[in-house]
């Protein structure tokens, strides 16, 4: 799973010392049941592994991706799944 935010949101430019600098977006993920491998990530590595419990089957699990920027901007999405025996 991942939350993929598009490059041409990221600030980038040259600092007050002329270090050329891209913000890092960070991004938590959470879900109403299971685990993921990593709760926060960020854009450049943003995949993580996630397990629903056995039992969840037959339920559906809400997700939220939460981005965050450098400057105190917020986005998110929220995906619903239904668990299936496998």
Avoid: C
């Avoid at 010392?17 to 891209?22: E, H, Q």
């Avoid at 109403?32 to 339920?59: C, I, N």
């Amino acid at each position: 799973i991942a939350a993929n935010a598009q490059a041409a949101s990221w600030e980038k430019g040259t600092n007050e010392f002329g270090v050329s600098y891209t913000e890092n977006i960070l991004i938590n993920y959470y879900a109403t049941e299971g685990l993921f491998e990593h709760s926060g990530r960020d854009a450049y590595t943003p995949q993580t592994g996630f397990k629903a419990r056995a039992g969840a089957v037959g339920q559906n699990i809400v997700m939220w991706f939460v981005l965050r920027d450098n400057r105190g901007g917020v986005s998110w999405a929220k995906r619903t799944l239904s668990v299936h025996t496998p």
